[in-house]
């Protein structure tokens, strides 16, 4: 389940790392993110993760959230189901809820009753739980979250610890944000020699954006060496 994870990466690189302020962003302490109690589920995606997808592509993203639509269950059964296994203490389980809460698959309910289109904080939350259990993309979705202060306090190097230790499991996209992440110098000294190291990594394993981000380094530092030969 790294759905967030993946629309993560891409809006990552998008915004060149940027700093993105969350009307929801919050000081509590991380010990302290206050889990809904009260929860129901949508059984459409929300309007924002429509947004330019297919019919086909909505449909993989929902399996990519709730992978197994086809179980004969409603979406209520099986979130209740889901929601089972993660207070049990099963990583999956709890990354998976995490993704729910984020994308407003599961959506939470204010003090005053009122839903909320997405629940950072629940997320996050969730999140923490697996990530604590070594779970990869529980630790890059946390990562995320922390990079823009979403549901947690921002905190840029909290994040490249978490995606650090994602991609040292293998998670390609952990592996490529640290890429960007070093080339930009956002929340770490600014190190292209790691950028292209985790961008290889990356890389090797397929995905596409650290192959692009490769070829754009490897091009400029051409360019680069054209230019000061040609100065000389």
Request: glycine share 10%; with cysteine; proline share 3%.
């Amino acid at each position: 389940m790294k759905t967030i994870a993946v629309l993560f990466a891409a809006l990552l690189l998008a915004t060149g790392c940027g700093n993105k302020n969350s009307s929801e962003k919050t000081t509590t302490d991380e010990s302290e993110i206050a889990l809904m109690g009260e929860s129901t589920t949508a059984g459409e995606l929300p309007s924002f993760l429509k947004e330019g997808l297919s019919e086909k592509e909505q449909d993989e993203l929902k399996k990519k959230i709730m992978p197994t639509l086809d179980d004969g269950l409603t979406p209520e059964q099986r979130f209740l189901n889901l929601r089972k296994k993660a207070e049990a203490g099963d990583a999956e389980a709890q990354n998976g809820l995490g993704s729910m809460y984020f994308s407003g698959e599961a959506v939470s309910h204010d003090a005053h009753g009122n839903p909320l289109s997405k629940d950072p904080e629940a997320a996050a939350g969730w999140f923490y739980r697996a990530a604590e259990q070594g779970h990869a993309d529980a630790q890059f979705n946390l990562g995320l979250l922390y990079f823009t202060g979403e549901g947690v306090p921002q905190d840029k190097a909290k994040a490249v610890e978490l995606f650090t230790k994602s991609a040292e499991q293998g998670n390609i996209d952990a592996q490529n944000n640290l890429g960007v992440i070093y080339l930009l110098g956002e929340g770490v000294e600014q190190n292209t020699d790691k950028a292209i190291e985790w961008f290889e990594k990356a890389a090797k394993q397929g995905n596409e954006e650290a192959i692009k981000n490769l070829e754009a380094i490897r091009t400029s530092q051409k360019d680069h060496k054209k230019s000061t030969g040609e100065q000389k």
